[in-house]
C-alpha cells in the first residue's frame, strides 16, 4: 500500500525554526519532494531528496532517511510569508504515480 | 518560462452534464496529472499519464476518464458531472521521477 502523514497544522513565531514532518510507506521509491502551496495558488517545488542526509537551500532545508520512511522540512528565519501549506509528495510504483500527503498548514505570527 | 495551462480558472456547471478540463504543457514533459484538492483532504490524484495515450488509474478514478492524444494536452473528463465532484482541480507535469513537478493555475469547479 502507499501512504503519506504529516501533521494537519502547525504555528510558529517570526524569526523561529520549524520543522515539518513527514512519514511514507510507499511500494517502490525515487526520492521525496517538498511544495509550498500559499492560499488559493497552485504548489511550487521547494526541494527534493534522494539520498540520506540533509540538503540545504537558503532558509529552508530537508532531510531525508531512506531506512526510517522519514523527512523533515525545516524552515529558519521564519517570515510572515512563509505562512502556507507545505505539501510531502514521493513518486510510488512504476509508471511514475506523484502522491502527496495532505500538508500541513503552517501559520507564522508575529 | 516554463508553464502550465489549464483552460479555466473558475468552472460552473449543472449535474449530469459532461465536462471536459483542458491541461496543456509547454516544456515537451513525459508525465502529466491530474489531482483534486478539498480541505483537509491534500491533493488526491485522479488520473496520470507517463506517455501519449497512455494512462494510469490514480488513487480516485471513480467518474472520471482522461485522454492524452498529443504529448503536451491532457484532458480530465467528468462523464456525469455530480455535486460531490465540486471541487479544485490541478493538472501537473513533469519530466522524469526525479524532477520536480509543474502545476497549472487549477480550475475549481463547481457543480450545481
Known amino acids: 500500500g502507499q501512504n503519506i502523514d504529516q501533521p494537519t497544522e502547525m504555528t510558529a513565531t517570526e524569526g523561529a525554526i520549524v520543522q515539518i514532518n513527514c512519514t511514507y510507506q510507499?511500494?517502490?521509491?525515487?526520492?521525496l519532494f517538498w511544495y509550498q502551496q500559499h492560499a488559493g495558488e497552485a504548489p511550487t517545488f521547494l526541494s527534493y531528496n534522494v539520498l540520506d542526509g540533509l540538503e540545504e537551500k537558503g532558509r529552508f532545508s530537508s532531510f531525508l532517511s531512506r531506512s526510517k520512511g522519514y523527512s523533515y522540512l525545516l524552515l529558519k528565519e521564519l517570515q510572515m510569508k512563509d505562512s502556507a501549506s507545505y505539501l510531502c509528495?514521493?513518486?510510488?510504483?512504476?509508471?511514475?504515480?506523484?502522491?502527496f500527503g495532505a500538508g500541513t498548514r503552517l501559520a507564522v505570527h508575529p | 518560462d516554463v508553464k502550465v495551462t489549464q483552460s479555466s480558472r473558475y468552472l460552473v456547471k449543472r449535474t449530469g452534464e459532461k465536462v471536459f478540463l483542458e491541461c496543456v504543457q509547454d516544456m515537451d514533459h513525459e508525465n502529466m496529472f491530474w489531482y483534486r484538492q478539498d480541505p483537509g483532504l491534500g491533493l488526491r490524484l485522479i488520473y496520470f499519464s507517463y506517455d501519449v495515450k497512455m494512462k494510469e488509474k490514480g488513487d480516485i478514478p471513480e467518474g472520471y476518464s482522461v485522454s492524452r492524444e498529443k504529448k503536451e494536452r491532457f484532458s480530465l473528463i467528468l462523464e456525469s458531472a455530480s455535486t460531490n465532484q465540486t471541487s479544485m482541480y490541478l493538472c501537473?507535469?513533469?519530466?522524469?521521477?526525479?524532477?520536480?513537478?509543474?502545476f497549472g493555475q487549477g480550475t475549481r469547479l463547481t457543480v450545481v
Open positions: 509528495a514521493v513518486f510510488s510504483g512504476g509508471y511514475n504515480k506523484l502522491i
Open positions: 510507499t511500494s517502490g521509491f525515487n526520492g
Open positions: 501537473a507535469s513533469s519530466s522524469s521521477e526525479d524532477t520536480e513537478a509543474f
